[in-house]
Nanobody, 121 residues
Framework: QVQLVESGGGLVQAGGSLRLSCAAS????????MGWYRQAPGKQRELVAV???????NYADSVKGRFTVSRDNAKNTVYLQMNSLKREDTAAYYC???????????????WGQGTQVTVSS
């Protein structure tokens, strides 16, 4: 009923920047929190950043001051601006959205397909 499509991953040198985008589409009535997780090989998936519908944000300690999450509610899109990238930021990044679907009363959690970010030294 709802699809999340990510873009913007790639290969970048340490110290560089990337911007990820994630657009939600489908039978959307409203979107509450949106955000990003990441998973590196051999590690558990971890929360990177989250933004509420009101614009409140929260970040993992490891990315504070370097990453910025934002959203365009008119476009149902969440962004992750990543600056001063480090090798340890290398991971698959997944966006998510908590969506209330049209004609339903429940909130569902949807995931993007993932986009790879690789930071080289």
């Amino acid at each position: 009923q709802v699809q999340l499509v990510e873009s913007g991953g790639g290969l970048v040198q340490a110290g560089g920047s990337l911007r990820l985008s994630c657009a939600a589409s489908g039978r959307i009535f409203s979107i509450n929190a949106m955000g990003w997780y990441r998973q590196a090989p051999g590690k558990q998936r971890e929360l990177v950043a989250v933004i509420t519908s009101g614009g409140s944000t929260n970040y993992a300690d490891s990315v504070k001051g370097r990453f910025t999450v934002s959203r365009d509610n008119a476009k149902n899109t969440v962004y992750l601006q990543m600056n001063s990238l480090k090798r340890e930021d290398t991971a698959a990044y997944y966006c998510y959205a908590r969506v209330t679907v049209v004609a339903e009363s429940y909130e569902y959690l949807y995931w993007g397909q993932g986009t790879q970010v690789t930071v080289s030294s």
